[in-house]
């Protein structure tokens, strides 16, 4: 099968799911409103859905949703930029140079469980609630997924690809440049999915914990202020968004680059 | 003609990935390829072929030994040998023409030249008219074809083929090894091809070298005195001197089998 078929299938397939999932999604807020107007107190517990529309369309009208949202997006964008600007040298290096590799392999596992979350104490410690904390938390969280990709993606490479090219007289930059860095990119891309989705909950951890601003530290000041509303637009704002991003952006990429090269075996 | 490639007392010797006891591949192989000469190399599996082929390509190290390419001795890989391996080592990322002209960037040659040697070899392997495509879009002799084009383009002193059409189906195979038997005739190349299979060896090689099983040693060298022009599938099966220079070979390499089957004794006729 050529890959542009591959890919028309796949999408053909995605949109008539897409039509289930609208189903499911209606059924899910017909649900909510009944439960809504079923419970004492909604407003206090779960505000229907009409009053969490109107609660977004107040905020968008004060300006406050889209600065909080455009906050939030704009750490994550930097936050994991860096975060893959840094691992993926790093996680070259460890592949290509096994005395490195073993050096900081345990290190790197003993971090990777160390969750972003938990870091957030002793980075406050050191910087305070600050923009600063935030993105190193981000940046923290998405370094250690795309590091182990890289390496898992260049030790996958067969090595009659890595011969090939020395005998073809590449030095050991070219092989990097020609052979380990292609041959990885599928899973380079993979793992930058992996790691924007980490840093995704991260960034909402970092705003809730030590941020001033943000749709994190949105929920949790609505929380305080018993604006439960706010906290469920919130929610549906951060799941929202990664639906969005990931559908359009992350994963066609992660597809494309897998497809194009025909690197799945099929 | 003189000798471009020469092997001198090369032994070699490694530990069992798992033993760790050491493991005879090559036993004092002295051997000499002439410049344009192809020469087959035949033997049982585990007979230290590949072995000898990866110190020639300068995978592996020549520590016991002497290794020369025009009288220079080889230090790990270069461009003065190109190598095709069994399995098409052709790089899935990059197109047909960019495969073949791999070498040829590596060394810096203007896109303008290269263009026009790849065009060159994409026509020598006839691979027109896909110079363009990804490798996960060709059949299997196809790549090979590619493999081969790639190796040649770099325009190296010596080939080095290690079984490169063991992968492929027989109805290609034939064709491959035409094929191959052209560009040889075309290009004058210095060509050492390793394979297991008899009848291959006898049908390309000028001469075959005949490996004992391991530890492996030259056992035989068996001329084959066809033209090149007359290496063609149709009609030379009935050609007397490339019938026995086969039966010769097939008897050689099958005494060895013999050995390790236990039925039979070294040199037994």
């Known amino acids: 099968m050529n890959p542009g078929a591959v890919r028309r299938s796949a999408r053909d397939a995605l949109r008539s799911g897409a039509f289930n999932v609208v189903l499911v999604v209606i059924g899910l807020v017909l649900l909510w409103t009944l439960v809504s107007a079923l419970i004492p107190n909604p407003d206090r517990y779960l505000p229907s859905p009409a009053s969490v529309a109107l609660s977004s369309i107040d905020m968008l009208y004060k300006g406050l949703l889209p600065s909080f949202f455009g ?3 704009a750490r994550l964008v930097l936050g994991s930029l860096i975060g893959l600007a840094a691992g993926i040298p790093f996680g070259l290096l460890l592949a290509i140079n096994r005395s490195v590799a073993d050096m900081f392999y ?15 104490p002793i980075v406050v410690i050191w910087f305070g609630n600050s923009d600063t904390t ?4 981000i940046l923290y969280t998405s370094f250690f997924p795309i590091a182990f990709s890289v390496l898992a993606g260049v030790r996958e490479i067969p090595i009659r690809y890595i011969h090939a090219a020395r005998t073809l007289g590449a030095t050991r930059y070219r092989v990097i440049r020609d052979v380990l860095v292609p041959g990885a990119l599928p899973h380079i891309a993979t793992g930058s999915r992996l790691s924007i989705g980490f840093a995704w909950r991260a960034v909402i951890a970092g705003e809730m914990l030590a941020g001033r601003e943000g749709l994190g530290w949105m929920i949790f000041t609505a929380q305080d202020a018993d604006l439960t509303a706010q906290v469920i637009l919130g929610m549906i704002l951060i ?3 990664w639906i969005v991003l990931d559908h359009f952006l992350l994963r066609p990429f992660e597809a494309d680059t ?3 090269w025909g690197m799945v075996q099929r | 003609m003189a000798a471009k490639l020469v092997v001198e007392g090369l032994s070699h010797v490694y530990p069992d990935e798992y033993t760790g006891q050491p493991v005879h591949a090559l036993e004092d192989i002295d ?3 002439a410049d344009g000469e192809l020469v087959a190399v035949v033997g049982p599996s585990g007979c230290g072929k590949s072995t000898l082929l990866n110190i020639l390509a300068g995978l592996l190290p020549c520590r016991q030994g002497r290794v020369t390419v025009d009288g220079a001795p080889i230090s790990g890989p270069g461009p003065d040998r190109g190598v095709v391996f069994q399995e098409h080592a052709i790089l899935p990322w990059r197109t047909v023409a960019r495969n073949i002209g791999h070498g040829l960037e590596l060394r810096r040659v203007p896109r303008a030249v290269r263009a026009r040697r790849v065009q060159e070899f994409v026509d020598l392997v006839g691979l027109a008219g896909f110079e363009d495509r990804y490798p996960h879009e060709l059949s299997g002799g196809m790549k090979q074809r590619c493999a081969v084009a790639r190796t040649l383009c770099a325009d190296p002193a010596v080939m080095l083929m290690d079984e490169p059409f063991a992968a492929v189906d027989a109805q290609t195979r034939i064709t491959l090894q035409e094929e191959l038997n052209r560009i040889a005739m ?5 060509i050492l091809f390793i394979t297991h299979a008899v009848d291959e060896a ?3 090689g000028d001469r075959c070298f005949v490996f004992s099983r391991r530890p492996g040693r030259l056992k035989a060298t068996v001329p084959i005195d066809i033209p090149r022009e007359k290496r063609v599938w149709k009609g030379l099966l009935s050609d007397p001197v490339f019938t026995a220079a086969r039966d010769e070979i097939l008897k050689l390499v099958r005494e060895e089998v013999a050995i390790d089957e236990g039925t039979g004794v070294r040199g037994a006729s």
């Open chain 1, 134 to 137: 935030v993105l190193i938390v």
């Open chain 1, 106 to 120: 345990p290190l790197m596992n003993f971090f990777q469980s160390v969750s972003g979350i938990a870091i957030i």
């Open chain 2, 186 to 190: 075309a290009t004058r190349k210095t």
């Open chain 1, 71 to 73: 906050d939030t997006l």
């Open chain 1, 239 to 241: 799941g929202g968004t």
């Open chain 2, 31 to 33: 051997l000499e390829v």
């Open chain 2, 202 to 204: 006898a049908f390309l």
């Open chain 1, 258 to 260: 897998i497809e194009r």
